[in-house]
Nanobody, 129 residues
Framework: QVQLVESGGGLVQAGGSLRLSCAASGRTFSSYTMGWFRQAPGQEREFVATITWSGGSSTNYADSVKGRFTISRDSAKNTVYLQMNSLKPEDTAVYRC?????????????????????WGQGTQVTVSS
């Protein structure tokens, strides 16, 4: 089992920044994919960013956040971060981190939320205009 706990959400003005953290505990694996997803009221869950490590690491971003958000990890702390800059009101949502252990299944994009095994409870991000 893997437990995920998010933190770092809050209220910020448009143009501001926040850094979200996702601390993982429990079993550890040499290969991992972790992602951030968000969901606004009345909206579907939306992919934000993923990071995969299996030896090296790679990242993927939704077009809507590319150039503004950065996903990174601290392996010593078993924590993944989402640095969010130039925030917009449309970034307002509950942000949840997710994890999939082992190799990512072929033929599925890392934005496929139902391929993740573990989810955190979420942290609210509100961006005021």
């Amino acid at each position: 089992q893997v437990q995920l706990v998010e933190s770092g959400g809050g209220l910020v003005q448009a143009g501001g920044s926040l850094r979200l953290s996702c601390a993982a505990s429990g079993r550890t694996f040499s290969s991992y994919t972790m992602g951030w997803f968000r969901q606004a009221p009345g909206q579907e869950r939306e992919f934000v960013a993923t990071i995969t490590w299996s030896g090296g690491s790679s990242t993927n971003y939704a077009d809507s956040v590319k150039g503004r958000f950065t996903i990174s990890r601290d392996s010593a702390k078993n924590t993944v971060y989402l640095q969010m800059n130039s925030l917009k009101p449309e970034d307002t949502a509950v942000y949840r981190c997710a994890a999939k252990t082992g190799q990512w299944p072929t033929n599925y994009s890392r934005s496929t939320y139902y391929k993740y095994d573990y989810w955190g409870q979420g942290t609210q991000v509100t961006v005021s205009s």
